[in-house]
């Protein structure tokens, strides 16, 4: 077996190959490690690597698995961790000039429970400063490039963990979204990431939140099977974060193997959620998988919540928490931000009070009507993005489908979900006739993460993507 092999291998196959003395995590982390030497330049997905770290990781699992005694559920596996992330004894940026040689004295609780599941940490993954917005560039590292086009971006805030999957460079990704950060750069890149129910996942120690409430942390891998598999390790109630559900890890990996029947189910599907403007390729590749899923035995209707656009309670509230988070530190720092993220800040430095709570008060009213739609609906499909990804080089498109449009309007399907704290995956779902990767949004109940997997896994079987590579 070649490295390039080794590399596309996903973890489940992986685990069966470590089982049957096929292969060793050494074998397999000198393979990355090589493949990322090559690969990382052109598109930037790591920001930050640890060779011997994972070596010595690889040589202590190959030692477990030789030995065939107890061995952790990730056991040499090697996955990413996203540079917003804490990870002990590693350089933890996010991606900002204020924190340029940080290197956390603690891990977040998800990368603890990842290194006891016998995961390889490979190193850090880029992102935009602090998350801030929906590309990855920032003042540390610089621009991420989509592996399908590399004068395209990735998308963000997840950007290089979505290109690391698409390019190769590791079997597992741990992504987070506020507002479409797992989900954006999943669709852009052609990988699956699911955001789970908010509190699923527990985020915490890391850096101040500017996305309290609604941020979640969840997989970004190159099949769902890998993603059920890497979910059930990271989630689970834990005391130390405020937001954790009181719940032990539900078991997902059931969820997406054997019967992967979804009949009887019933399915809304949008193409704009009433008010969004969308490119037709997009329009017509999720029309298109609307019709795979009434094939896979679905009760399928064209509908979409009564809920209209909650594009100004999110912003207000995610723009206050930037700015109170910040606004203090412009004497020092404002001149080495992200220019755009510094412009936020200043505009957003007044913003009242009521004006917020406001805001909350739109939050709570929304999430009313999306559960009402849901005591119809088992499952909601959007396409994820109203764009393909666009150019590097500039935050946003300003025109979609010849329209003007505002600078959050090309993801008009993700912020709403990370409001309501529902569980929402992109999964591949076609191309645009230039050849870039299309998301389609499965949005389920709150904590029932187990439908959206299966129902993506079912996806997967009909409509197979995870052997269609990019070309680098």
């Given at each position: 077996?070649?490295?390039?092999?080794?590399?596309?291998?996903?973890?489940?196959?992986?685990?069966?190959?470590?089982?049957?003395?096929?292969?060793?995590?050494?074998?397999?982390?000198?393979?990355?490690?090589?493949?990322?030497?090559?690969?990382?330049?052109?598109?930037?997905?790591?920001?930050?690597?640890?060779?011997?770290?994972?070596?010595?990781?690889?040589?202590?699992?190959?030692?477990?698995?030789?030995?065939?005694?107890?061995?952790?559920?990730?056991?040499?596996?090697?996955?990413?961790?996203?540079?917003?992330?804490?990870?002990?004894?590693?350089?933890?940026?996010?991606?900002?000039?204020?924190?340029?040689?940080?290197?956390?004295?603690?891990?977040?609780?998800?990368?603890?429970?990842?290194?006891?599941?016998?995961?390889?940490?490979?190193?850090?993954?880029?992102?935009?400063?602090?998350?801030?917005?929906?590309?990855?560039?920032?003042?540390?590292?610089?621009?991420?490039?989509?592996?399908?086009?590399?004068?395209?971006?990735?998308?963000?805030?997840?950007?290089?963990?979505?290109?690391?999957?698409?390019?190769?460079?590791?079997?597992?990704?741990?992504?987070?979204?506020?507002?479409?950060?797992?989900?954006?750069?999943?669709?852009?890149?052609?990988?699956?990431?699911?955001?789970?129910?908010?509190?699923?996942?527990?985020?915490?120690?890391?850096?101040?939140?500017?996305?309290?409430?609604?941020?979640?942390?969840?997989?970004?891998?190159?099949?769902?099977?890998?993603?059920?598999?890497?979910?059930?390790?990271?989630?689970?109630?834990?005391?130390?974060?405020?937001?954790?559900?009181?719940?032990?890890?539900?078991?997902?990996?059931?969820?997406?193997?054997?019967?992967?029947?979804?009949?009887?189910?019933?399915?809304?599907?949008?193409?704009?959620?009433?008010?969004?403007?969308?490119?037709?390729?997009?329009?017509?590749?999720?029309?298109?998988?609307?019709?795979?899923?009434?094939?896979?035995g679905c009760i399928v209707e064209e509908a979409h919540p009564d809920?209209?656009?909650?594009?100004?309670?999110?912003?207000?509230?995610?723009?206050?928490?930037?700015?109170?988070?910040?606004?203090?530190?412009?004497?020092?720092?404002?001149?080495?931000?992200?220019?755009?993220?510094?412009?936020?800040?200043?505009?957003?430095?007044?913003?009242?009070?009521?004006?917020?709570?406001?805001?909350?008060?739109?939050?709570?009213?929304?999430?009313?009507?999306?559960?009402?739609?849901?005591?119809?609906?088992?499952?909601?499909?959007?396409?994820?993005?109203?764009?393909?990804?666009?150019?590097?080089?500039?935050?946003?498109?300003?025109?979609?489908?010849?329209?003007?449009?505002?600078?959050?309007?090309?993801?008009?399907?993700?912020?709403?979900?990370?409001?309501?704290?529902?569980?929402?995956?992109?999964?591949?779902?076609?191309?645009?006739?230039?050849?870039?990767?299309?998301?389609?949004?499965?949005?389920?109940?709150?904590?029932?993460?187990?439908?959206?997997?299966?129902?993506?896994?079912?996806?997967?079987?009909?409509?197979?993507?995870?052997?269609?590579?990019?070309?680098?």
């Amino acid at each position: 077996m070649d490295n390039l092999d080794i590399c596309r291998m996903s973890a489940v196959q992986l685990k069966k190959a470590y089982k049957a003395k096929k292969l060793s995590p050494v074998e397999v982390v000198e393979a990355i490690l090589a493949r990322i030497e090559k690969i990382n330049p052109k598109i930037n997905a790591y920001c930050t690597l640890v060779p011997e770290s994972a070596r010595a990781s690889a040589k202590k699992a190959e030692r477990v698995l030789m030995k065939g005694g107890p061995a952790g559920v990730l056991e040499g596996i090697p996955v990413s961790i996203k540079d917003l992330s804490f990870t002990r004894g590693i350089r933890t940026t996010g991606g900002s000039k204020m924190y340029e040689n940080f290197v956390p004295e603690q891990d977040a609780i998800f990368v603890e429970r990842l290194k006891a599941a016998g995961a390889i940490i490979l190193g850090k993954t880029n992102t935009p400063e602090f998350g801030w917005i929906g590309i990855t560039t920032n003042p540390v590292f610089g621009v991420s490039r989509n592996p399908w086009n590399t004068d395209r971006t990735t998308g963000g805030s997840s950007g290089g963990a979505a290109a690391a999957m698409a390019a190769c460079l590791g079997p597992l990704a741990q992504g987070s979204d506020g507002g479409g950060s797992i989900r954006t750069p999943s669709s852009f890149c052609g990988v699956f990431g699911l955001k789970p129910t908010f509190g699923r996942v527990p985020q915490s120690p890391g850096f101040p939140g500017l996305w309290e409430g609604l941020s979640c942390t969840g997989p970004i891998t190159r099949s769902v099977a890998d993603a059920a598999l890497m979910l059930e390790v990271m989630a689970g109630y834990d005391a130390r974060y405020f937001y954790s559900i009181p719940q032990k890890a539900p078991r997902y990996s059931p969820s997406v193997r054997g019967d992967l029947s979804l009949k009887g189910m019933k399915v809304a599907w949008t193409r704009d959620m009433g008010y969004a403007t969308v490119e037709p390729q997009v329009a017509r590749a999720v029309e298109a998988a609307a019709k795979v899923f009434r094939k896979l035995g679905c009760i399928v209707e064209e509908a979409h919540p009564d809920a209209g656009d909650p594009q100004p309670a999110f912003s207000t509230q995610v723009t206050s928490a930037v700015a109170a988070q910040l606004y203090d530190e412009l004497p020092k720092w404002g001149d080495k931000f992200d220019p755009g993220l510094r412009a936020m800040v200043e505009r957003s430095k007044d913003i009242l009070a009521r004006d917020y709570v406001k805001a909350r008060m739109k939050h709570l009213e929304y999430w009313e009507k999306i559960r009402v739609f849901f005591d119809k609906y088992d499952l909601l499909l959007t396409p994820v993005l109203a764009v393909p990804a666009f150019p590097v080089g500039i935050y946003f498109p300003t025109e979609i489908n010849g329209k003007k449009v505002t600078p959050i309007a090309w993801m008009p399907f993700t912020y709403p979900f990370n409001i309501t704290g529902q569980p929402a995956a992109s999964v591949p779902c076609g191309f645009t006739d230039d050849g870039l990767p299309i998301g389609l949004q499965v949005v389920g109940r709150k904590y029932d993460e187990a439908t959206v997997l299966k129902a993506s896994a079912a996806f997967e079987k009909a409509q197979p993507w995870a052997d269609k590579y990019p070309p680098l």
